[in-house]
């Protein structure tokens, strides 16, 4: 059973860093593309940074030069560095594996919120 269980949320002050973290089990980690999405109140879910298995990355326009993702593939956790927070970054986080090509799962989510 795939699982992948998110930390680090939390409530941060413009301009401070998080570190995001995903767990993951119940499938080959290393080979799965990992990537992480946020969901803004009354907004859809966007796409904020993934990793292939072949370690190549991408990154949302909003997320370039802020925030860095990464992966472990002796833990089986995908991290997401963020810096420069700012208020539009306040959202849910929610982890993503893309296990094959017609299947993806998530993780519960975790808040965070960027306020002074």
């Known amino acids: 059973q795939v699982q992948l269980v998110e930390s680090g949320g939390a409530l941060v002050q413009p301009g401070g860093s998080l570190r995001l973290s995903c767990e993951a089990s119940?499938?080959?980690?290393?080979?799965?593309?990992m990537g992480w999405y946020r969901q803004a109140p009354g907004k859809q879910r966007e796409l904020v940074a993934f990793?292939?298995?072949?370690?190549?990355?991408t990154y949302s326009d909003s997320a370039k030069g802020r925030f860095t993702i990464s992966r472990d593939n002796l833990k089986n956790t995908v991290d997401l560095q963020m810096n420069s927070l700012k208020p539009e970054d306040t959202a849910v986080y929610y982890c993503?594996?893309?296990?094959?090509?017609?299947?993806?799962?998530w993780g519960q989510g975790t808040q965070v919120t960027v306020s002074s």
């Open positions: 993503n594996a893309r296990t094959s090509l017609t299947s993806t799962h």
């Open positions: 119940g499938f080959s980690f290393r080979l799965a593309t």
């Open positions: 990793i292939t298995s072949g370690d190549t990355t």
